[in-house]
């Protein structure tokens, strides 16, 4: 988990850069319980739940006696629900066709998942929340292809960005909101095919890229802190 979220801190930011909880803040991520069944760790998106299972010991009881049971006195409306309660456990550590995945709940043909809920047809993610066709995502959530993002939020078709929400084909970005289709931009809202902006700003290759030095050292002297 560390090793992928250096690698994404790198490409993003350009430089290496320890990987901080603080990448996490402000995702819904599953949450630490105990199974009901043998007491082991597992791990539920939304947290606040009870009598807990892993989805692999529910498995491991099919390969035994399974979960069938015989008798129980079923006279009453509360002896059903009595009943119920003896075998109604929430699975929880959810995957489905997917590998390399942990500490994570509801992911789905994916691989190299780290908790994370909600992940559908992804590759190398960490600290994210509902995520769609994306790769190598940190601290990120409600994003459809997207790949390289670290606290990308609500957006499609972005890569390579820190800090973008609510945005669609943005790249080589930071710090932006409501836009479509911005190269390399810096602290943009509500712009379209823009490239070198900053802050709404348009401006010349040669400038642009002396505040993005700028911002950068910001980023990992003072943001990162």
């Not at 319980?33 to 892993?54: E, F, P, T």
């Not at 009453?76 to 075998?87: A, G, H, Y």
């Not at 994916?110 to 509902?130: A, E, L, P, T």
């Not at 890569?159 to 932006?176: D, L, N, R, T, Y």
Request: with cysteine.
């Amino acid at each position: 988990m560390n090793k992928v979220g250096d690698y994404i801190l790198e490409q993003v930011l350009g430089k290496p850069v320890s990987l901080s909880e603080k990448f996490a803040v402000g995702i819904p991520l599953p949450e630490k319980a105990k199974s009901g069944v043998s007491g082991r760790d597992v791990w539920v998106a939304g947290g606040g739940k009870d009598k807990l299972i892993s989805q692999q010991e529910v498995a491991d009881r099919f390969k035994g006696e399974g979960w069938m049971r015989v008798g129980g006195s079923m006279r009453t409306m509360q002896d059903v629900l009595k009943n119920w309660s003896e075998i109604n456990y929430e699975a929880a550590s959810r995957s489905i066709n997917s590998v390399n995945v942990e500490e994570s709940d509801g992911v789905y043909n994916s691989q190299g998942v780290y908790r994370s809920s909600s992940i559908f047809d992804s590759k190398n993610i960490v600290w994210s929340y509902k995520l769609f066709d994306c790769q190598y995502m940190l601290g990120s959530r409600d994003n459809s292809a997207c790949s390289f993002g670290v606290g990308v939020r609500e957006s499609i078709y972005c890569s390579h960005c820190f800090e973008v929400s609510w945005s669609h084909k943005v790249s080589g970005s930071m710090f932006i909101h409501d836009c479509t289709n911005l190269t390399e931009c810096l602290f943009c809202a509500h712009l379209r095919s823009k490239k070198y902006c900053v802050a709404n700003v348009q401006l010349e290759e040669k400038e642009y890229f002396r505040i993005k030095k700028m911002v950068m050292e910001w980023i990992l002297q003072d943001y990162l802190d």
